[in-house]
């Protein structure tokens, strides 16, 4: 019994970890700092939570999704005070603190998979923008690319979540929109449905539908024709005998 019970917490673990793994990913952002002047040296992503959201700085880091929605912001400030390793010499510990004219900071941030750009800003004027595009799974621009999938973009690729959507008909997406539904596309298959996307010309099922259409019309007219040269063959044939 306690061995079934450990297999089962060690299959429930290696479950659990996929999904850990991404609540823990984010941005490490390296920027270097000189005169009020920032610059980006180098981002990464990296297995790590995140820094906690701060309501307090001088600065103000924002993430920013592809529809220019605010996914995250956080305030920070800049430490130019130097720090010197333990252990401090006594001429090195009596002396006033030095202050730096540059230096490099690194910022943790949380990770969006729709986030496109990432903002350094004081007093809402941008100091820096850093390009997080190559880093998204999911560019929100309502196409399914090829990097895409509905699980890591459901709002573009949506075929499959068994909604006929705006951006979905049957031939896009079969398994969402079924033949002969409204879905602004004329799948002309024969399925005895009237598609209403489709003419009567287009969809012979609409037709079917109508005995006064031209379509019936002709069958009938053909069929009755076919009809009455049996009978007359017939009747010439019994005449002659």
């Avoid at 400030?77 to 001429?91: A, Q, T």
């Avoid at 004219?101 to 990432?118: F, H, M, R």
């Avoid at 099922?205 to 009938?220: F, H, Q, V």
Wanted: charged share 25%; proline share 4%; glycine share 4%.
């Amino acid at each position: 019994m306690k061995k079934i019970k450990f297999i089962f917490v060690f299959l429930i673990s290696i479950l659990l970890i996929p999904s850990a793994l991404a609540d823990s990913l984010s941005y490490s952002a390296a920027i270097h700092y000189r005169n009020w002047q920032f610059e980006l040296k180098n981002i990464i992503l990296t297995e790590a939570a995140s820094a906690p959201k701060s309501e307090v700085g001088e600065y103000t880091a924002k993430i920013i999704s592809f529809k220019n929605d605010v996914l995250f912001e956080t305030k920070f400030n800049i430490n130019l005070v130097k720090f010197y390793g333990l252990p401090v010499s006594k001429e090195t510990a009596i002396l006033p603190p030095e202050e730096l004219a540059e230096t490099t900071i690194d910022l943790l941030l949380p990770y969006y998979p729709n986030a496109k750009t990432l903002q350094i800003l004081k007093n809402d004027a941008v100091l820096l923008e850093a390009d997080l595009s190559n880093f998204a799974t999911c560019n929100e621009n309502n196409v399914c690319d090829k990097l895409e999938t509905i699980e890591t973009c459901p709002k573009d690729c949506t075929c499959g979540n068994r909604v006929c959507d705006g951006n979905e008909n049957y031939v896009s997406c079969s398994t969402d929109c079924a033949s002969g539904e409204k879905d602004d596309y004329c799948d002309r298959v024969f399925d005895n449905k009237c598609d209403p996307d489709c003419s009567e010309k287009e969809d012979f099922d609409c037709g079917k539908e109508k005995t006064g259409s031209p379509i019936a019309i002709s069958i009938y007219i053909i069929s009755g024709i076919i009809v009455a040269a049996i009978i007359f063959f017939v009747y010439k044939k019994s005449v002659k005998k």
